[in-house]
């Protein structure tokens, strides 16, 4: 129970210390300051004694009863100014502006206010006012109206000046001060403004002028262009008219014009016509003629050409079974030789050496006579094989005088086949001497045109590989002759 008591007058006694901490707890605003007096109090920057205490932005301990405490605003305070002025010229104006001011931060302008405008802060724009109304008045009468209008920074400077002495000792500073309007009652400025108005207004006549005048020439120049180019156009059209009626005439010429050029057009097809049908015979007649005799004289001369190398296969052919006689005939006539050889060899000892040597050297005599024999033999078959050749390819061009050229190169050998005739007459007895000798020799000549047309009897008759028809041994030009023999003459007489 006692412990109950205690404990609810210790929170009584608490929350009444509480109640009087707070009655006795003062905070000050940011924009208000705390003036305590009552007691002796030193405050840092203020002289000693002042008797009250300043306190801003924190809070502190006010004894009720003892102390009392108040507030100063530190806001901002406006006050208009409207002020009759007369300047150095003596030409009244009305001066229009504003000032914003309020109480210093520090201390001492703290102080300096609490002890003017504490109790009278409602008053602080007008007693500004006054103290602006003063200087102004002051500083108007000092300059003329031009300085005032052309700069207005150095009367609001020379203002601000003049009152920051008496301001600072109110508390009070300037934040802003503006000179808002000049009024001029006697038409001063206005009149001062006339010679520049009508500076400017003559300027802008002038200018106006020179408007109109480069408006006129633009416009004198805009109305030649518009002659110029209605000229250009009127020319320009006159232009098109007459290609119109160039135009116009040509049409009217173009039926001749074409009649004419279809009829050129028509002569010229008929030319290519014609041109066409003289090339159309050309080629019939080349077609019907020309290649028709083209291609029998190819003809001819195919056929003349495979009968010319038949002929010489033939020829080749013929010289090649004579070659290939004449070596079997060597081969015979040394076997022949050999077996005689043999023969002798054995019919005794007695003469075997001599027959045997006798043997051989016929044996040797008769294997070179069959070696020169087949070796002359085949050198005239291959000149024969030469000459048909060409006789042949000569035969083939002019067979007259390829006959002609033979006989002309054989005829000794012709005229010595005629006079073959007295081969077999041992004794001839010539009665008349030389004149008996020339009638022979006549004859045989007699004999030897005989022989000329027998050649060419059996040239006509031989076949076309030249070979003789009743298998005589082959002459150059196919007549057989007999080897010559010797044939004594006696001469009488």
Known sequence: MVVGVVA??????????????KMMWR?????????????????EGLEEGMGFRIVTGRGTLVLPGVQAVRKLSLDLNETELHVDCVTHQGIPLKVRGVVIFKVGDDFVSIANAARRFLDQQKLMSERVHNVFAGHLRSIVGGLTVEDMIRDREKLTGQTRAACGTEMEKLGLIVDSLQIHEIEDPTGYIQNLAMPHAAAVQRDARIAQAEANRLATEAEQQSFARMAEATRDSEILQAGYQAERDKAAAKSQQAGPLAAAAARQEVVVQETRVAELEAHRREQQLQADVRKPADAKAYEKRTLAEAERDARISAAQAKAKETELAAAAEATRVKAAAAAEAEATKTRGAASA??????????????????????EATRAQGLAEAEAIKA????????????VAQQLAEKWPEIVQAGASAFGNVDNMVLLNGADGMGELFAKALTM???????????????GDNGQPVNGGSPSLNGVVAPPPQKVPVEQEG
């Open 353 to 374: 050496a001599a027959t045997r040597a006798t043997g051989e050297a016929e044996a040797a005599a008769q294997q070179a006579k069959g070696l020169a024999e087949a």
């Open 8 to 21: 609810g007058a210790v929170v009584v006694a608490v929350l009444v210390l509480i109640g009087l901490f």
């Open 27 to 43: 905070v000050a605003e940011p924009n208000e300051a705390l003036i305590i007096s009552g007691s002796k109090h030193r405050t």
């Open 391 to 402: 006789r042949a390819a000569a035969l083939a061009e002019n067979q007259e005088a390829v």
């Open 448 to 462: 030897g045109g005989t022989g000329l047309g027998l050649a060419r009897k059996l040239l006509a008759t031989m």
